[in-house]
């Protein structure tokens, strides 16, 4: 079960989520969980095999296992940051992914030194961070 949140937190989806368990998150230079990474043929709960969405009976799959684009969604613990209940969501939901990603290459693999002048270039949220 869930021990770490409590009904009513707020929180941001993380698609690359963290067990806290396994070599790669408790390892300093990764974040590729064994169990969480991106996976985008599971489309299921990782617990019991199921998706938790349907319609007409039908199944849903989840994508990328935080479908965030429907406006609830169920994910793995792992697969959500805790956030300040003061921050705007309108404004924080960008962290998850856009500034997540370009801001985590830039200073992870790039490494620019200080004082470096970088250009982020991609497209949607990325290229906006």
């Keep these: 079960g ?22 790669h998150c408790k390892s300093e230079e990764s974040n590729l969980c064994d169990l969480l990474r991106i996976n985008t043929d599971r489309g299921v709960m990782i617990g019991d095999g199921q998706s938790r969405f349907s319609i007409n009976g039908k199944p849903i799959f989840h994508f990328l296992g935080t479908s965030t684009f429907s406006e609830y969604t169920v994910v793995h613990v792992g697969c959500v940051a805790k956030i300040n209940p003061a921050a705007p969501l309108d404004k924080v939901c960008v962290l998850s992914c856009g500034v997540s990603t370009g801001l985590g290459a830039t200073l992870n693999v790039a490494k620019p030194a200080r004082g470096s002048t970088v250009a982020v270039f991609g497209l949607g949220a990325v290229g906006l961070a």
């Design 2 to 23: 869930v021990t770490d949140l409590e009904p009513g937190d707020h929180v941001l989806p993380v698609f690359t989520g963290e067990c806290k368990e396994c070599v």
